[in-house]
Nanobody, 124 residues
Framework: QGQLVESGGGMVQAGGSLRLSCAASGRAFGGYAEGWFRQAPGKEREFVAAVNWSGAITKYSDYVKGRFTISKDNARNTVFLQMNSLSPEDTAVYYC?????????????????WGQGTQVTVSS
């Protein structure tokens, strides 16, 4: 199934931006849909954004719509999450995940390959 490795997390002040990357090894992104999820302490893992196999279709949670942008570069086997106008409520561990299908998915159980996560901390 391959592996996913996230990078780009860190600490930023409210209103700032971060760009997360997710690189795949042993797995071609071009044939599958991918997504980003996040999990804050004491909370369940929640859907953030998803992109279909080609990159043409995206979906966002209401919490991030208009602030975050998901994209992918199939030639580089990499998925990105551009996060703008960050707020302390966005603080969480962010996970990249890949499905076994073509279409965007919001449900955690539709994702079968997960990265180890990258911490994003937004200070007020």
């Amino acid at each position: 199934q391959g592996q996913l490795v996230e990078s780009g997390g860190g600490m930023v002040q409210a209103g700032g931006s971060l760009r997360l990357s997710c690189a795949a090894s042993g797995r071609a992104f071009g044939g599958y849909a991918e997504g980003w999820f996040r999990q804050a302490p004491g909370k369940e893992r929640e859907f953030v954004a998803a992109v279909n196999w080609s990159g043409a279709i995206t979906k966002y949670s209401d919490y991030v719509k208009g602030r975050f942008t998901i994209s992918k570069d199939n030639a580089r086997n990499t998925v990105f999450l551009q996060m703008n106008s960050l707020s302390p409520e966005d603080t969480a561990v962010y996970y990249c995940a890949s499905t076994l299908g073509f279409d965007v998915e919001e449900v955690v159980t539709q994702y079968h390959v997960w990265g180890q996560g990258t911490q994003v901390t937004v200070s007020s």
